[in-house]
Structure formats: structure tokens, C-alpha cells
């Protein structure tokens, strides 16, 4: 891992699977508290973490810094670097008025896009398309607030006359994946990318052979284990923040970017199913 490919923030999410229990506590303190943890001393920090310090000095050569003095330095210039964008994790107040708290919510939105930009790697982009695109049947799945991040691919797709489905119960999730072939694909979206369910169906379509496009925000999770292609999303998230706005900003930008290549990949035929599609809903307005 690179100092100079990685933020400090980016370190955190890119290690987090290989963290001990205890490491990733800190990893959750830091996330949810960056501006108060950039001053803390090393004892103040493991125990506002509930750790030793001893675990701190790990957790900080686990990520490639020499020490906690140097990971306090990289925290601070990733603080420094982010001036004017404010942080929705721990941000608004009580007494911030309605202006200021739109301001605060649409920096940690803008924020998210930007972190995904810096992510984005083309030749997965470029992957995860052509998987998509020769894919006969294309099932897209998550739990939780991530199902509704896969209906939403579902719809996208589907608006453009492919084969994209959406299932949110878990059985029933078993049962279509099942019936999947190598011919088609899984498109899957998990931001932890470490929930039970998760892992079990990608395993399971693993064992099918059948391909999967994984949208996460970790890329060492256990669910990456069992993904053709990987693509990261931005947007830190908190412990507290479970299903927040700005990951779904996030992930939306990927769904986005990776349609907009299948789609000019058959431009012409993509056109004339959407214009079949406006003539169609525009007979359901009044």
C-alpha cells in the first residue's frame, strides 16, 4: 500500500477486514470523530476508543505510518485538504439554522462523489460492462438499505430494454439465484461487505459460476472474495450512520457511470427501445 495512492481515510476503509477487533474499534472512533482525533494524544485516544495504546501503535503500522505522531500528521493534512467541506458525521448541531445544515449535508454529498471519482478505476468500469452486457439475465440484490440501491440499478437498466431484475427477500433471493447460469450475472451491492447474508448468496453464486459485479465501499471485505469485479464507493461512513445519504450518493454515481458505458456500447438499439418506452408512458398522462 502506498502513501501517496491513499489518503488516510482511504487507508482505513482499504485495511478495515485485516483489522483485529480491537483496531477496528479505533477505526470507528476515528471515522465518526475526525476533527477531535487529529488533536488527541495517543492516551486519549485509546480511551475515548476503549483500547490499550498498545493497540493504537498496531493499528497505526497496520495502515504503513511509522507511528502514531505520523498518523496523526496524515489525519490532519486529509483534515487540511478538505477545508470548506464540511462533515455531516458529527457536524450539525441543534444550533445550526436550516442554511447552515443544507450547507453541511450538501458538502458531505458533494464530498461522497468525489471520494467514488478518485476510486474509480476504468478497466473495472470497463469489466463490470462487458460482464453486464453479454449477461442474459441480470439479478441485482443487497439487504437492507443496499436493496434499495439494487431496485434502483434494476429500474435504471431496465429502462433501457435489459434483462434487470430486482429481488428483496432473502429466500426468494436464493431461490432466482439458483436458477442463474454462467450465461448470466449478479450485480450486488453491499457497503460493509461483510454481512452474513451477503457473503452466503455470493458464495453461492460463486459455486455456479456465476459471474458478480459487487458495489462496495471496502475492498478487502469478505464479499469481495466471491466478486468478478469489485467497484468502491466513497463516502466514509460511520458506525451510526448506517444507510446514509451520502453512500447512496455514492453508489448512485457508480450505477450511473457504469450504465452510461453499456449504454453507448449499442447506442442505436438502446435508442429506439427508449423511444418506444416514452411513447408507451406518455399515453399514462393526463
Avoid: W
Avoid at 500528521?73 to 445550526?96: C, Y
Avoid at 453486464?132 to 439479478?139: E, I
Avoid at 438499505?145 to 429500474?155: R, T
Amino acid at each position: 500500500m502506498s502513501a501517496n495512492l491513499q489518503n488516510v481515510m482511504e487507508r482505513i476503509s482499504a485495511e478495515y477486514y485485516q483489522l483485529t477487533a480491537s483496531e477496528r474499534k479505533v477505526a470507528d472512533y476515528i471515522t465518526d470523530h475526525q476533527k477531535d482525533s487529529q488533536i488527541m494524544s495517543i492516551s486519549e485516544l485509546a480511551e475515548a476508543s476503549g483500547v490499550a495504546e498498545a493497540t493504537i501503535t498496531r493499528f497505526c503500522r497496520k495502515l504503513d505510518y511509522k507511528g502514531y505522531n505520523a498518523f496523526k500528521l496524515a489525519l490532519a493534512n486529509n483534515m487540511a485538504s478538505r477545508r470548506g467541506i464540511p462533515f455531516l458525521s458529527g457536524e450539525v448541531t441543534p444550533e445550526d439554522d436550516i442554511q447552515e445544515m443544507c450547507h453541511k449535508l450538501y458538502g458531505a454529498e458533494v464530498d461522497a462523489i468525489s471520494q467514488t471519482l478518485t476510486m474509480i478505476d476504468p478497466d473495472k468500469i470497463r469489466q463490470a460492462a462487458d460482464l453486464l452486457t453479454r449477461a442474459g439475465k441480470v439479478l441485482c440484490m443487497g439487504q437492507g438499505g443496499s436493496m434499495i440501491m439494487a431496485e434502483e440499478a434494476a429500474h435504471i437498466f431496465s429502462t433501457a430494454g435489459m434483462s434487470f431484475f430486482a429481488m428483496s427477500d432473502s429466500h426468494t433471493q436464493t431461490v432466482y439465484l439458483a436458477t442463474l447460469t454462467e450465461q448470466d450475472a449478479v450485480f450486488f451491492f453491499s457497503y460493509s461487505g461483510a454481512t452474513r447474508e451477503a457473503v452466503e448468496l455470493l458464495e453461492l453464486a460463486h459455486r455456479r459460476r456465476v459471474p458478480v459485479v459487487l458495489v462496495t465501499h471496502f475492498p478487502k471485505s469478505p464479499a469481495c472474495s466471491y466478486a468478478d469485479v469489485v467497484l468502491q464507493c466513497g463516502a466514509i461512513e460511520g458506525p451510526l450512520q448506517l444507510g446514509s445519504v451520502p453512500a447512496r450518493m455514492a453508489q448512485l454515481f457508480l450505477i450511473d457511470a457504469l450504465f452510461t458505458e453499456v449504454c453507448r456500447r449499442q447506442e442505436n438499439t438502446i435508442e429506439e427501445v427508449r423511444s418506444d418506452l416514452a411513447d408507451l408512458l406518455a399515453a399514462k398522462h393526463l
